[in-house]
C-alpha cells in the first residue's frame, strides 16, 4: 500500500528522534513507532527530580505526545504495542498489543531498532509491593504514588551507580531514611576515587547509610537480603545498572558487539540491509581508544536517532562516536567525566594530575573544583578527565571532550584562551592549571 | 655584583607572573619588580564589584603583598618605583621614586616590559574633584571614598565597553541614577548586535539611560559635556576605552606592531635581545586569522608573563596566542564571545546561524540562551561564536574557544560529546543545536 514504510521499534528517545529526523528528509515517508510501554518522549534522566519533588507533574517530564506526533509530525506512534518478532524475510515486525493481547504485524521497507536498555537486575521484584524500577515513567509514577500513600521511612536502593544516587539523594530529599546497598566495592562506576571519595562524603553529610561489597541476593515485601544479612525496608529501588535490550534484535540475526548490544557502523545500519539501531540498545565508538563501546545516555540516544532516522529516509549522515561524556549531581556534588578514568586508561602509559582550584573569584564566593586530568606519556595526548564542585563542573567539562574529539595534548590545552570573568571563572581555570601540573611529568 | 639580575618593569599581573615563572625556573637569579603605583598584584577586573559593595574589602582583591613575594619567592617588588627611562645601551633602567622624586637607577641583564594598559580618554580629569578613572585600584579606592562620604545621586560612566557596563552597573546597584555615555553607535564592542540588543534592553529595564553617539567633549565638576547637550553629573566614572602604555618601551626603540601595542615573537622576546614584553602592553596572535591583535585581558596577561618569565630565566616556552575569548556579566547577562564576531569576519565568506536554546532541562527551570555561531563557507571552519543567557554562558563558550583552537569544522562541532544532566543542561546543547541549523548554510 505504501512505497516506502519506515518502522521505528521504541518510542522514548532515539525512536522519536530517528522518527522526526526521517519525516525532515522525506515527507512522503509512511511512519510508526511501536512502544510497549504507556509512555512516550520523556526525560528518564529527569526521573529522579520528580520524585525528589523539584518537578511537579510527571507530564512535565514528556515532551511530546501521541496527538503531537500524529498532527505535526504525521508520525503514527503506537503505545502499549510490545514487538515480539522481527521477520527478517517477511520484511515485517510482529507485536503484541498490551490491553488485549491482540496481535498484529506491521510491514517495513525500512526498520529502525530503538528498544533501549533494561535493569540487569536478576531477581523478581513483580510480585513485590514495595519494590520499584525506577527507570520508566511507569516506573516511577508506580513509586510516586507508593511514597504518597504508604508513606514509607526507611529505603534501600539497590546499586550506587549515577542512578541509584540520584535516586538516593531524590528519597533523602523526601525525608526517608535511605540505605545504599552497591554490590561492588566502588560507587559512581566510571569515576575515579578521587571524586567517588568526595560524592561518598557528601552522602555520609546528608546521612545516607552506604554499603558497599553488598550484593542484593533477594527483595522481599519489608526487607533486602544481602551478602551481609538482612536490612528491613518500606520501600525498595531497583537501580543496580543496565544492560542493552536486544532481545528482539538478536532473535532476528543482527549482530551484536563484544559489548553486548547492537553493533552498528557510523551510519547506525546494522548488518541486515535496511535495519538501523539507535540508541541504549546500540554500540557507539569510542573516539579515545577507537573501539566499541556500550555508553547508554540520553544524549548519544538522540543524537544516534537522529543520524538512523536521516539514513532510514535516503540521507546519508553520520554518527562518529563519543568521548564518554558523563555528567551527574549527586549530593550536592556536580561530578563530571569524560574520556577514560584512570582505571579504564590501564593500557596505556598514562599518567595523571589532581589538582584543586576555584570556580570563580576567591572574593565573590568562589567554589572547590578537583580537576584530574590524564594523558598519555610520549606523545602528551590527553585520555581523559574528571571534575567536581559544587558548581560548574558539569559545563567545564565539555573543554575537555572537545579537546578529546580534537586529540589534543596537554600542552596544547594548557594554551587554551579560556573565559574569565570573577564572577563565574578564576583567572586562572582550573583545567590550566591542571595541564601545567600534569606537563611536569609528560 | 649579580650574575643575572632579572628586571621587571609593572607589578599588577603578567609582571608578577613574570616574576614568579622566573624565580621557579632559577632560584639564583636577583628579581625586581618596579611598580609606579601604590598597589600590586591585585584583580583589576574586581573593581566593579568592590565598587558595587560584593567585595567588602579593597584588600580582598590583592592577592599577594610586597612582604609575600620577598618573604616566599625572594623577589623585590618596589612600589611608587616609576620607570622613565630604559637606557639600553647601559642595561639599567631610571626611575622615580614617587614619595621623594629621587631618581634611582636599575641594572639589568634580562628586563621584561609589563607596563599595562591605559586610559584612551583624552581629557583632563586630574584637576576634577568628581570624576574617576576607575580602572585601578587606586582610582577605585578613591571613587568608593567618594561614593560613600559626597553620596553622589546622579552618575555619568563614559564609555559603554564591558568595564563601562560592568561599572554602570555596579552604581546602578548602589542606588544611583545612572547615564552611560557612549561615543560609537553600539554598545559592548567585538559583541553583534544580537547581544548587543538584549543588554541594552537590561539597562532600559534596570533603568540606566544610554546614549550612543554621544562623545565627551569635556568632563567638570558637576557636568559633562557632550555633542548631545550638557549632563550634570554628580559623579563621573572614566572607562572610555584603553590602549596599551608603551611610551617607556618605545622611547627605547623597542618595536611596536600595528596594533600599536609592543611587538613580541612567541617567546615573548621584543626586537631587543633579552628583552621582553608581556600583558596589556604587548601584542598577540589571534589563532583564528593567524595576524597579531591587540587584546588586553588578565588572562592572557598571565599567560605571557608565565612565558616571558620562563624565557627570562633561561627556559624555552611558547605563548602561541588567542581566540579573542571574553566574558562579562552585565545587568543580569553572561555575555560570551571567542573568535571573530560578523563584524570582524566581514574579509571571510562567514555565514552564521542564531538559536536560541535553554541552559538547563525546562523542567528544572532552564534559562533562555541565545547562541550564534560564524563559519566560512566552503572549509565549514568555525570562525567565532558568541552567547548570552542569565546563566551558563561564560563557561559554554569555551567549548567554541576549544573548537577554534583545534580549527574545528561545524560539522566537527555538531557532533561533540558534551555533557547532559537536567539541573545543568539539556539533553540537546544549544551549541549542538546551532551547529546543526549553521550546517544547512554551509
Redesign the interface.
Known sequence: MFANRLLVIGGV?AGLSAASRARRLDPNLHITVLEKGPHISY?A??LP?YLAG??REAS??VVHDVAFFREQRDIEVLTGHEAVEIEVGRRRVRAVVGETGQEKAFHFDRLIVATGAISDFRFQIADCRTAFNANTLGGAMALQAFLSQAKPRQAIVLGAGYIGLEMAEALRTRGLDVTVLERSAEILEGFDSEIAGRVEAGMTAQGVLLLKGSPALAVKDGEVISEAGRHPADVVVVATGLQPNVGLAEGAGITLGRTGAVAVDDRMQTNLPGVYAAGDCAESVH?VTGRPVWIP????A??QGRVAGENAAGGNAR???????????VFGL?C?R?GLSEAQASGYRAVSATIEHVTR?H??GGQKIVVTLIAERGSGRLLGAQMAAAE?A??????L???L??R?TVE?IS???????????P???AVLIAAQNLLKQL
Not at 545516555?297 to 548519544?300: D, F, K, S, V, Y
Not at 554518527?319 to 549531581?329: A, C, N, R
Not at 558539569?394 to 573543554?399: E, F, G, L, N
Request: with cysteine; proline share 5%.
Open positions: 528517545a526525560s534522566c529527569g527530580y523539584q518537578v512535565d517530564l573516539l545516555l540520553g544524549t548519544t538522540n543524537k554518527f562518529p562516536g563519543v568521548v564518554g561524556t558523563m555528567v551527574t549531581k556536580e563530571a569524560t573569584a572574593y565573590l560548574g558539569a559545563k567545564r567539562i565539555d573543554v571532550a572537545t579537546a574529539h580534537a589534543m596544547q594554551n587554551l584562551d579560556l573565559s574569565y570573568a570573577p564572577p563565574v571563572a583567572v586562572w581555570e
